[in-house]
């Protein structure tokens, strides 16, 4: 089966730009192997005290200009950072070499039109996917159990071909290299995370879809013609566990499979569907343990205390907040549902970006977040409500 697998760790920045390189990330300056493992996301705010996971990635939001940028790499190699992003491109960017090479923290630029909360929400699911299993020698056909982004590396070498493993919403939940080779369609669908309305449209009339809910083999879908668009052929083949669709793989094709190609492929499906309920058991479980300590911590009493030490909050004060979605009349429950655990995932992506000992978790109809407020209480008060 597949045996390709990624040189560098989940979590190094060498990793990160492996997968993320020529489509959302650029490498200005810096040696990425030199780099040790990224600690998580962090976002800068030049107006709030800098609390940033160790060896953090940091999310220059609005830092533009040789010299601030200058300034930030200073501050971030005293805070142990481990690399910068800028929005490119970087006006006078040789000016910056210098700084990374003596302060350390690599400097890299995301590609105009990538969306700064996409990139976290990628980032947080790239540098989690070495914690799904129980160690690094677990592995799902020569592939580490979960990481998706590596497996779907390892089917675009198999095909020859750029790759994305999407869910049953067409949403992109991992995407392989080489996607400069692909059609501008499938870079907009990796920077927005999810395939362009105009496109799920037209398979729907033509009943893409349909067919590849109910076949087992190949989908070959014809390069659409959507105006002026310039779109590469497609196949896809579902993901499934069971009688239960999962999501589907797509390759954008510049030359037909061969025969040997299309049947590695099917097989490949296979070990996705693997990968898939291994990193959704993983998810699940860390959810439902978060949402236990979150639960325990608002209840008080007892256990409290260890429910706050195990999240990282029991030195220091924290803030709760509460986020509700009041369903319209006659609205289907499990869009109502789909649409709370949504928003649950998009508020946790912000605010531990903003705050990385952050916790959410959803409790019945409420998205509840406890966020750790150091410091003065009236300036917490009112930092809590601008990140609100």
Do not use: C
């Amino acid at each position: 089966m597949i045996r390709h697998m990624s040189a560098h760790p989940a979590r190094s920045l060498s990793r990160v730009l492996e997968d993320f390189g020529h489509t959302l990330l650029d490498l200005l300056y810096g040696d990425p192997d030199a780099a040790g493992e990224i600690g998580g996301v962090g976002i800068h705010d030049p107006y709030d005290e800098q609390h940033y996971p160790e060896h953090a990635i940091v999310l220059g939001v609005g830092v533009h200009g040789a010299d601030a940028i200058g300034g930030l790499l200073r501050s971030l190699s005293a805070l142990g950072a481990t690399a910068l992003v800028v929005r490119g491109p970087v006006d006078d960017a040789d000016e910056l070499e210098p700084v990374v090479n003596e302060t350390g923290v690599a400097l890299l630029a995301l590609t105009r039109g990538a969306s700064w909360a996409q990139l976290a929400a990628m980032l947080r699911t790239l540098l989690s996917e070495g914690d799904v299993g129980e160690g690094e020698e677990q592995t799902l056909g020569g592939v580490p159990s979960g990481d998706l982004f590596a497996l779907a590396n390892a089917i675009a070498t198999l095909l020859d071909a750029p790759v994305t493993i999407e869910d049953r919403r067409s949403r992109i939940l991992a995407f392989s290299g080489r996607q400069d080779e692909a059609d501008a369609p499938r870079v907009e669908s990796i920077l927005a995370r999810q395939v362009p309305e105009r496109y799920l449209r037209h398979h729907e009339e033509h009943g893409v879809f349909k067919e590849l809910y109910r076949s087992e083999g190949l989908v070959h879908v014809p390069a659409p013609t959507l105006g002026d668009e310039v779109a590469l052929p497609r196949v896809a083949v579902a993901v499934r566990a069971g009688d239960e669709f999962l999501g589907s793989v797509w390759a954008a094709l510049r030359k037909p499979l061969t025969p040997e190609r299309e049947k590695a492929f099917l097989e490949a499906a296979k070990l996705v569907a693997l990968h898939m309920l291994r990193f959704r058991a993983g998810t699940d479980a860390e959810n439902r343990l978060r949402a236990d300590l979150v639960t325990t911590a608002l209840e008080g009493g007892a256990g409290a205390v260890e429910a706050l030490g195990r999240l990282g909050l029991v030195d220091e004060p924290a803030l709760v907040m509460a986020m509700g979605l009041a369903p319209e009349r006659g609205e289907d429950h499990a869009h109502v549902t789909a649409e709370r655990q949504r928003l649950a995932a998009a508020l946790a992506v912000h605010l531990t970006a903003v705050q990385p000992r952050s916790a959410v978790a959803l409790l019945g109809d409420v998205a509840y977040a406890l966020f750790p407020a150091p410091g003065d209480t009236v300036y917490a008060r009112e930092r809590a409500l601008q990140v609100a």
